[in-house]
């Protein structure tokens, strides 16, 4: 098993709006396509996802739809509002900024003097 | 944040389907990741369990989603209810307290807001009353209006752009006779398109044609639902009354909530018909002008466009018109002035004072709560509760207050509104609107929950924030008594002042209204106001055509009358003071230079017999009254009253000189007497020119008798009326009551309004030193270790008394003078509609201050004096 890293509270959500910016999912779903983006990266507990995944939704950056799945089964659907795009947008720039910083601060060299 | 609310909307309103959503979501979940741990090689039962390890507590996620999408809120607010009931329930002296002041404040408010919304709004309950207009004669020189004549009424209807129609109108007074009894009924003679420009129909028969307002039309008459009902028993079929000996056909009936303020109770209508004579009289004004603005016309463009009209008018007739300009009013504005709409925005202002009063009465109690609840708060804080459920929680509790407070509230304004109109006189309740009966309609009963939810809301608010904002470890701590967060002591005295300033507002209009009664009621009217009974007749043209058969009949009524026993003396007058009629001259002195066209001075003109001034108590200072030796045929003689006298005749005696009265007559009569002034309309009348002549000169129809009895004048209204019918048994007899009560209707507006007024400050007071009393004691309270210390370091009683005394003294002073500013400002208001308070009126400040600081140091007693009875060892031992 690869190494599991613990997921910073946040990232969670802006993990969920890639996955499902790739295309409808259903919660499983997501959580595979988290699995897979992430290289092996597993939630701690799968439920976690399903109250983020309703605070999406809540908040009106996902949209969802009941529908058939791959197995012949029942299951809820998730899509991205334009809201959600937007929001995605601006949390990956935010992140990548913050990104950016910190390995700029890890990787400063201490002064020669 | 709608996609919030519309999320929570459809989670609650298909809450199943949301259940059976979410449960079938997680089970898809995990028997999809069952079916994948199989396929990965694990058996059934094992690839199972690692699913269920994997996903986790299912239902501690159905309950975060559940708590998402907020779907328990309708539970939540179930719950905080119940929870606040039980709380209520520990403490419910408290809360009575707080529905009880709240309902009071609502409860007052309410009923005035009713009141004085009836007198503003339905006062014009007719189609686009924005548009009606009163037009007056304007004299541009003096500024006051005056009644318009004939000549100008046609004129300005014939050459005005601006108007739908204007029509003319002249309350009257008319004998009915024709059926039962003979009548004396209010009315008014009014243009044909009266009723068609107020946009009025009526509700049975006909409006007026026409036609019918010129000289030679059939008399016809429209009458009151009222007078319909009552006198007619419902049934018209052109039935045929008698006015004043002519005959009229009723032809219409006016809706049921006809009411037109300005024509007082006037209960039926005919023509309004000029003769030749009245036509060409441009110098006599004597008709009300209503009409409606064209619709495309500006409200702002009427006067404009009117003045030229009057201008034209003024060039033609420099004679008459000369000055003239026209002054017109919109009809809400004209029913203000005449109902007195600074008045009513007193009482708006009294009323709004009284229900937040109420309210920060509550803001204290509130406070006092939410603190002594810190503890509770911050264990449940420190569990995990969330801050905005709490703050949540709290103002639902507080929501339970509010339908409480405005039901009690509104059942307070309404039996005790009616019990107080139900002190004042039965006639004298026509002053108030719908004779003082509160109707709980839609629009009270709206404005009942604004207020009350409005202050709830304000004043919980900030208890509701002081509660979130604690610092867990110091709440938690047992420091119970430790000096509480300064900013809730601030926030008290903050609640003390507001109250005084509050209370003070009240107490002024209500000290100054007062003041003005007392005034009015010590003016001296000029005559004898007690024992006197008065009554007012008009001889009917068609039966008593001249001179002649006036003189007779009045001669004999007062020869008969003054044979009755307890009857002092008899006197008759064309015009009384408080009789509503007066009429005015123009007059001119001999020997004095003509005045400028436009300001011919003008003096009240009433005939009289000699017995008058004995019977109504006239004062006589020079010369004589009117006597015996007048006759028809000797000197023509006048009696005049003191201002007139000084005013024109300062220097000199004005014994001798002549007069000449009016411009129809030209007659000069000799002064031979100076009477004093008497008020005529109000007690509050300024001084003006009045005049007397002599009955038998100029016999007059209409007539008050007035009688000086020795006992209570209203046994002989009996006999009063037996007498006339006695001489004629079809003349109708009106207003037979006695002076005494005349005045005391005449006054009885601002009587009422300083009764209400007193009430209101009444319960002002009351219920701000409850508020202060609470805010005191707690302040007191939570000094109790400070002054425990201090007594056990050695401190005096008396001391401790005065240190607790000067912080009462210091909020009091504060308050106090921002009291005084906004009660300064409401002073001015009242001021120009009361009567006798033009003098600086430093006596009322004074003593509503001194009322008001003896109330709040009374509040403050109880608390301090139980601070001085601290037992220091007691209060150091109890943390």
């Not at chain 2, 504005?333 to 008045?343: L, R, S, Y």
């Not at chain 2, 969330?386 to 703050?391: E, T, V």
């Amino acid at each position: 098993m690869s190494e599991q890293a613990q997921l910073l509270p946040g990232t969670l959500d802006l993990l969920i709006l890639k996955a499902v910016s790739l295309g409808p999912l259903h919660g499983y779903g997501v959580l595979l396509r988290i699995e897979q983006i992430t290289h092996g990266a597993l939630l701690a507990e799968q439920g976690a996802l399903y109250p983020a995944l309703a605070r999406l939704e809540h908040q009106g950056l996902l949209t969802s739809e009941w529908g058939v799945s791959d197995n012949n089964r029942r299951a809820k659907f998730y899509q991205l509002t334009t809201a959600g795009r937007r929001r995605f947008r601006e949390e990956t720039a935010s992140w990548n900024r913050l990104a950016v910083a910190i390995g700029a601060a890890l990787s400063a060299k201490p002064q020669e003097d | 944040m709608f996609a919030r609310l519309r999320s929570m909307w459809q989670a609650t309103w298909n809450r199943s389907r949301f259940e059976r959503d979410l449960d079938d979501e997680m089970r898809f979940h995990l028997e999809t990741r069952t079916e994948d741990l199989i396929r990965s090689g694990l058996s059934r039962a094992e690839a199972r369990r690692r699913a269920g390890i994997e996903f986790g507590c299912a239902e501690a996620y159905q309950d975060r989603v559940r708590e998402t999408r907020q779907v328990n809120w309708l539970e939540d607010f179930a719950q905080d209810l119940r929870y606040g009931l039980r709380t209520l329930q520990k403490t419910p002296g408290l809360m009575l307290v707080a529905v009880l002041t709240l309902a009071l404040g609502v409860g007052a408010s309410s009923w005035l807001f009713s009141m004085l919304r009836q007198w503003v709004v339905e006062a014009v309950a007719f189609p686009n009353p924005q548009r009606l207009e009163v037009l007056w004669k304007l004299d541009t020189k003096k500024g006051w209006t005056e009644y318009v004549s004939v000549p100008d009424f046609l004129d300005w209807r014939a050459q005005n752009h601006v108007f739908d129609s204007l029509s003319a109108w002249k309350s009257d007074e008319f004998n009915l006779t024709g059926g039962d009894t003979p009548e004396r009924i209010q009315g008014a003679r009014v243009s044909a398109d009266f009723f068609r420009t107020l946009g009025v129909q009526p509700a049975e028969g006909r409006d007026f044609l026409s036609a019918e307002d010129q000289p030679g039309a059939p008399r016809v008459a429209i009458i009151s639902y009222g007078l319909w009902r009552e006198r007619f028993k419902s049934e018209l079929n052109n039935r045929i009354i008698k006015l004043d000996g002519e005959s009229y056909i009723i032809v219409g009936v006016v809706p049921e909530d006809f009411h037109f303020t300005l024509m007082g109770r006037a209960n039926i209508w005919v023509p309004l018909v000029f003769t030749e004579k009245q036509r060409v009289d441009r110098g006599t004004g004597w008709l009300n002008i209503l009409g409606k603005r064209k619709a495309e016309v500006a409200q702002a463009a009427l006067e404009p466009s009117m003045s030229t009209v009057a201008r034209n008018l003024e060039k033609q007739y420099p004679g008459t018109n000369t000055n003239s300009g026209i002054r017109i009013n919109t009809l809400a504005k004209e029913i203000g002035k005449h109902v007195g709409d600074q008045a009513i925005y007193t009482g708006f202002i009294i009323g709004i004072c009284i229900a937040l009063i109420a309210c920060s009465n509550l803001a204290g109690i509130y406070l006092a709560r939410t603190l002594s609840r810190r503890k509770e708060m911050s264990v449940r804080l420190a569990l995990g509760a969330k801050k905005s459920r709490l703050a949540r929680q709290l103002l639902s509790e507080n929501a339970l207050l509010i339908p409480a407070a405005i039901a009690l509230g509104l059942l307070f304004a309404n039996f005790g509104g009616n019990w107080i109109t139900n002190a004042i006189p039965y006639e004298n309740r026509g002053y108030l609107p719908n004779y003082g009966r509160i109707t709980v309609d839609t629009a009270t009963v709206l404005y009942a929950i604004a207020i009350a939810a409005l202050s709830v809301m304000i004043f919980s608010i900030s208890p509701v924030l002081e509660g979130c904002r604690l610092n867990l470890t110091g709440a938690l701590k047992e420091s119970g008594s430790a000096a509480s967060a300064g900013r809730s002591q601030r926030l008290r005295k903050l609640l003390v002042v507001f109250q005084i300033v509050l209370a003070l507002i009240v107490l002024i209009p209500a000290g100054l209204t007062a003041k003005s009664l007392a005034a009015l009621l010590r003016a001296d009217p000029g005559f004898r106001p007690d024992h006197v009974l008065t009554a007012q007749m008009n001889l009917p043209s068609a039966k008593y055509a001249n001179n002649f058969q006036r003189l007779v009949f009045y001669n004999q009524l007062i020869a008969r009358l003054q044979a009755l026993p307890q009857v002092e003396s008899v006197g008759a007058s064309q015009h009384m003071p408080f009789g509503h009629s007066s009429s005015d001259l123009d007059f001119w002195i001999d020997g004095r230079p003509e005045p400028a066209v436009g300001e011919v001075p003008s003096t009240q003109v009433s005939v009289a017999t000699p017995g008058y001034a004995a019977a109504i108590g006239l004062s006589l200072l020079r010369g004589r009254f009117i006597s015996e030796q007048d006759g028809p045929d000797t000197l023509p003689v006048v009696v005049i009253s003191q201002t007139l006298a000084q005013k024109y005749f300062a220097q000199e005696n004005a014994l001798g000189h002549k007069l000449r009265l009016g411009r129809d007559d030209a007659t000069w009569y000799t002064i031979v007497g100076i009477v004093k002034d008497v008020k005529f309309y109000n007690l509050g009348d300024e001084p003006m020119n009045q005049s007397y002549i002599p009955f038998v000169q100029a016999p007059s129809p209409l007539m008050s008798i007035v009688l000086h009895t020795t006992t209570d004048p209203m046994n002989l209204s009996a006999a009063l009326q037996e007498t006339v019918w006695a001489l004629d048994k079809e003349q109708p007899i009106s207003g037979v009551q006695t002076l005494e009560s005349r005045i005391s209707k005449e006054e009885a507006p601002i009587r009422i309004f300083t009764q209400f007024s007193a009430y209101f400050a009444l319960l002002a007071l009351f219920l701000a030193g409850i508020g202060i009393y609470g805010v005191m004691a707690y302040l007191v309270e939570s000094r109790t270790r400070e002054i425990g210390i201090r007594i056990a370091c050695g401190a005096e009683r008396a001391n401790i008394l005065w240190l607790v005394l000067s912080g009462s003294l210091k909020l009091a002073a504060v308050g106090v003078s921002i009291g005084l500013m906004g009660a300064w400002a409401i002073a001015r208001l009242l001021m120009s509609q009361l009567y006798g308070l033009n003098t600086s009126n430093l006596d009322v400040y004074a003593i509503s201050m001194a009322v008001l600081c003896a109330a709040i140091l009374f509040a403050t007693l109880i608390p301090v004096r139980r601070a001085t009875k601290v037992d220091p060892l007691l209060v150091l031992r109890c943390e």
